[in-house]
């Protein structure tokens, strides 16, 4: 390079942008100016902790999942992997006819690879609209569907609404006759590809094989995952500017020029590389001019909503023995009114780290894609509406010592059908710029570190590049 030193802005202060920054660190050394700019008080985006009850419980996003390696490898880069912890053996439920059931075994995000597993959540219809599958013949694929239209016509509708739905409600705050099986589903999508045959086939041929005993499915840090972003904040000995919000992107003729509004008023950072962890809207709004196609794309991806109520409970409160329960959108209380939660954490049941000598903690999720209603209380009535539910669905009547609500705002894309070829366009962008974070492969932490090193690479790539002007 030349002797000027190059200069990348990340703008996002979440997992994702904050990947980025450190791996623009780890690979360019000391020889290049990084600049965050977080439009928000703090870094971390959706990882977020609080006190509570005398612990330090994650409102957020409160694990990855730990059988893709992007994590775990990220903390021992970090030095945080003594700090690394799993679940609990306590199982999970779901909400199924009315009535709570284990979770079954052998399933692709409720897509079910062996179909006597999950008879018992099925009426006498479901389970035969569920055998039907194998005397259909081939699946009517063609590359991609939404998740609950190719199930309720392979497997019926009880498997989709019982089993489908309130797990891919759990991850995306979505339902499944809305996301794409591409890009929600991808190993049943390959599974597809090479064999339509049959749904039931296809779910058992996604998962994993071999005979070695599969590893933890989660992971999180004993200290909080919200922990995470500022020490990847701290390895990129990044500038990090806060409260900046950025309201213009512009193409000089040897770069780019970003432009933020902050607590001091507008302020421009010309730079050689940027890189956008930022929402499907925020990207919309800022690629207009730069890449139209990209930002047509980024506006075609809707955002869902949701909220997180804690609870802080008495130490000697019978949390009973299930680690959490997914719900349904369409299952009811037994008084016959719909659940407010769409899921609970029996946090001190799934993490015994989250056993206080003063306090168990529990906590709700509310809100899905579709049902701005539920989250259009105050945080008040919310925590009355959870307490309610946990009761009806736990017989958790205790009284709290302590409660948070953390909202969170268009805090989950919605992938949709054909959300991978709009995620392709996002990334066809000019030279110097990136775009990295949930909007485009997938919501969890793993998924997002790995499109920040994605983001990374590029720029990288770029700033050694004739066309930078960097180059020797």
């Given amino acids: 390079m030349t002797g000027r030193v190059p200069r990348v802005v990340v703008v996002g202060g979440g997992v994702g942008g904050l990947a980025a920054a450190h791996r623009l660190r780890t690979t360019l050394g000391e020889a290049a100016d990084l600049v965050v700019l977080e439009s928000a008080r703090v870094l971390g985006g959706k990882l977020a902790a609080v006190e509570l009850g005398g612990l330090r419980v994650d409102v957020g996003a409160e694990a990855f999942l730990a059988r893709r390696p992007e994590a775990a490898d990220r903390l021992v880069e970090l030095g945080l992997s003594d700090d690394l912890v799993h679940p609990s053996a306590a199982s999970s439920g779901i909400r199924a006819g009315g009535a709570t059931h284990a979770m079954p075994p052998r ?8 179909p006597p597993a999950v008879g018992s959540l099925l009426s006498d219809a479901g389970r035969a609209a569920l055998a039907a599958d194998a005397e259909l013949g081939p699946v009517a694929w063609d590359g991609d569907d939404s998740v609950g239209a190719l199930v309720r016509a392979r497997l019926g509708d ?4 019982r089993l489908v739905d309130p797990l891919l409600g759990g991850v995306y705050s979505g339902r499944a006759d809305a996301l794409g ?22 779910a058992r041929a996604a998962l994993p094989g071999g005979t070695t005993p599969p590893g933890p499915v989660f992971g999180t840090l ?11 904040a701290v390895a990129a000995r990044a500038e990090v500017r806060l409260a900046r919000t950025v309201t213009a992107l512009e193409r000089r003729d040897d770069g780019w020029r970003v432009v933020a509004s902050g607590p001091t008023g507008t302020e421009t950072v010309d730079a050689d590389g940027v890189v956008l962890a930022v929402p499907a809207p925020a990207l919309r709004r800022l690629l207009v001019d730069a890449a ?5 794309a980024a506006a075609g991806i809707e955002l869902a909503s949701s909220a997180v109520v804690a609870l802080a409970l008495p130490p000697d409160t019978d949390l009973g023995r299930r680690s959490g329960v997914l719900i349904g959108s369409g299952e009811r209380r037994p008084d016959g009114t719909p659940w407010t939660i769409k899921a609970v954490t029996v946090s001190s049941v799934k993490w015994p780290h989250l056993v206080g000598e003063h306090a168990v903690v529990v906590r709700a999720s509310i809100g899905r894609y579709g049902e701005p209603e539920a989250l259009q209380r105050d945080d008040a009535e919310l925590v009355a509406a959870a307490r309610s539910d946990l009761a009806a669905l736990l017989d958790l009547h205790a009284e709290p010592l302590e409660t948070v609500v953390a909202r969170w705002g268009g805090g989950l894309p919605q992938y949709g059908v054909g959300h991978a070829a709009r995620a392709a366009r996002l990334e066809a962008l000019p030279a110097g710029l990136a ?20 983001a990374a690479a590029r720029i990288a790539e770029h700033l050694a590049s004739p066309a930078s002007g960097l180059a020797p």
Avoid: I, N, W, Y
Avoid at 222 to 232: C, E, N, V
Avoid at 436 to 446: D, E, I, Q, S
């Fill in 222 to 232: 004993r200290t909080s995952l919200a922990d995470l972003p500022p020490a990847l």
């Fill in 435 to 454: 775009v990295a974070g949930a909007t485009l492969h997938g919501v969890g932490v793993p998924a997002c570190l790995a499109t920040g090193d994605a």
């Fill in 181 to 202: 099986v591409r890009a929600t589903v991808p190993a049943l999508a390959a599974s597809l590809d090479r064999d339509p045959s049959s749904l039931v086939a296809a």
């Fill in 107 to 114: 399933t692709v995000m409720g897509v079910p690879a062996d």
């Fill in 292 to 296: 139209p196609d990209a930002a047509a």
């Fill in 158 to 161: 009880e498997v989709a609404d």
